[in-house]
């Protein structure tokens, strides 16, 4: 299995986009994005599964959309139409046959 590497934050002005990108590569079970807001718990974004459903959160349906490119072995969030209330921390996560895994973290900001 590899460690998740993340890339792509950065800081948008409200109703911007920015696609993040995660490395991944092993026996995956599942995968997904988390983040977490300055003072608040990390909380799951969106989320995919092996065969490429993809769930997410309310607050950013229709805005966010996770997506996975085997052959690159990378999996994405793209955010259309952010807000500030987006601003956190986020974190790709991998769940390994073997173990789970998280990234070190990418640093999204939503300026209004």
């Known amino acids: 299995q590899v460690q998740p590497v993340e890339s792509g934050g950065g800081l948008v002005q409200t109703g911007g986009s920015l696609r993040l990108s995660c490395v991944v590569s092993g026996s995956i079970v599942t995968m997904g994005w988390y983040r977490q807001a300055p003072g608040k718990q990390r909380e799951l974004v969106a989320s995919?599964?092996?065969?490429?459903?993809?769930n997410y959160d309310d607050s950013v349906k229709g805005r966010f959309t996770i997506s996975r490119d085997s052959g690159k072995n990378t999996m994405y969030l793209q955010m259309n139409s952010l807000k500030p209330e987006d601003t956190g921390v986020y974190y790709c996560y991998v769940l390994y046959k073997s173990a789970p895994a998280w990234g070190q973290g990418t640093q999204v900001t939503v300026s209004s």
């Open positions: 995919m599964t092996v065969g490429g459903v993809g």
